[in-house]
């Protein structure tokens, strides 16, 4: 059937043939051409002496980015989620990797539709660098990295939800300590969090730091605390990795006619 031969070519996976292949190549190519392009544009000169050509490659790119959205759309009914002309293609449209496809051409359409000031259309113009998500649709390697952090979204909440609380705690310990002695850089516990940011990232920018003995203490204590605690999330993550690893080599152990377990000789 047509449509199903065209959703073995749009949709890349492991057993993809000639065709899926080169069509999965070229929407990744274009996807960091355009990249490249909208990091060249932000150099003046760069800008001024290839600016037609770059205008060009934007209308083409987006050319190609609309159909292959518009395929999409059609082919997703081919999908047991996406079942249904009317209300399969509207659950497709929300989906994640569809709204990073409609937003990877949004910023084209946009000011034709609704009138903006320059300053606006520049920001969109940025917002073209949404189209290196789409890599996500045919990289093995994000997928990997998108499964490693469902597995484990509950430990890295735990972590997030601990650095958060440290980050209170501290910050309105330094505020109540320093805020006598320098109410301009510790004007509130707001302001104090920028300090906190900095102590736990261990990235100490130095533009904020506490003069007071018991300041000096506490600022101490919190930034090794903050060691520990960033530590977390690697060792979560590392974790998740090496899980992920395992579970693709049971996979290629694997038939993928019989699903009968391949023992390899040595």
């Known amino acids: 059937m047509f449509k199903n031969r065209m959703v073995e070519i749009i949709e890349p996976s492991s057993g993809a043939d000639r065709y899926a292949r080169c069509f999965n190549l070229f929407i990744v190519t274009l996807i960091l051409l355009n990249v490249l392009?909208?990091?060249?544009?932000?150099?003046?000169?760069?800008?001024?002496?290839?600016?037609?050509?770059?205008?060009?490659?934007?209308?083409?790119?987006?050319a190609v980015f609309t159909v292959e959205y518009l395929l999409?759309?059609?082919?997703?009914?081919?999908?047991?989620?996406y079942q249904g002309k009317i209300i399969?293609?509207?659950?497709?449209?929300?989906?994640p990797l569809a709204l990073i496809d409609l937003l990877a051409i949004l910023p084209f359409y946009l000011p034709m539709v609704?009138?903006?000031?320059?300053?606006?259309?520049?920001?969109?113009?940025?917002?073209?660098?949404?189209?290196?998500?789409?890599?996500?649709?045919?990289?093995?390697?994000?997928?990997?990295?998108?499964?490693?952090?469902?597995?484990?979204?509950?430990?890295?909440?735990i972590t997030i939800f601990a650095v958060v609380i440290l980050l209170v705690i501290a910050s309105s310990l330094m505020y109540y300590v320093e805020n006598e002695i320098q109410p301009e850089a510790f004007s509130s516990i707001p302001a104090a969090m920028w300090w906190g940011v900095a102590?736990?990232?261990?990235?100490?920018?130095?533009?904020?730091?506490?003069?007071?003995?018991?300041?000096?203490?506490?600022?101490?204590?919190?930034?090794?605390?903050?060691?520990g605690l960033f530590a977390l999330p690697a060792g979560v993550l590392s974790s998740g990795?090496?899980?992920?690893?395992?579970s693709k080599r049971q996979e290629i152990n694997v038939c993928p006619h019989c699903?009968?377990?391949?023992v390899l000789k040595e």
């Open 241 to 246: 990795f090496i899980k992920e690893i395992q």
């Open 259 to 262: 699903g009968k377990e391949i």
């Open 37 to 62: 392009a909208v990091i060249s544009e932000t150099v003046k000169s760069i800008e001024t002496e290839y600016s037609g050509i770059l205008h060009i490659f934007e209308v083409f790119s987006v």
């Open 72 to 81: 999409r759309v059609w082919l997703a009914t081919c999908d047991k989620r």
């Open 114 to 157: 609704i009138p903006l000031d320059l300053r606006f259309i520049r920001t969109l113009r940025l917002a073209r660098m949404s189209r290196i998500f789409k890599i996500g649709r045919y990289s093995g390697s994000l997928k990997s990295l998108a499964n490693v952090l469902k597995d484990k979204k509950e430990e890295m909440l």
């Open 88 to 95: 399969g293609r509207l659950k497709f449209l929300v989906s």
């Open 199 to 227: 102590t736990l990232t261990t990235v100490g920018y130095g533009d904020i730091y506490p003069i007071t003995p018991l300041g000096k203490l506490l600022g101490s204590l919190i930034a090794f605390l903050g060691i």
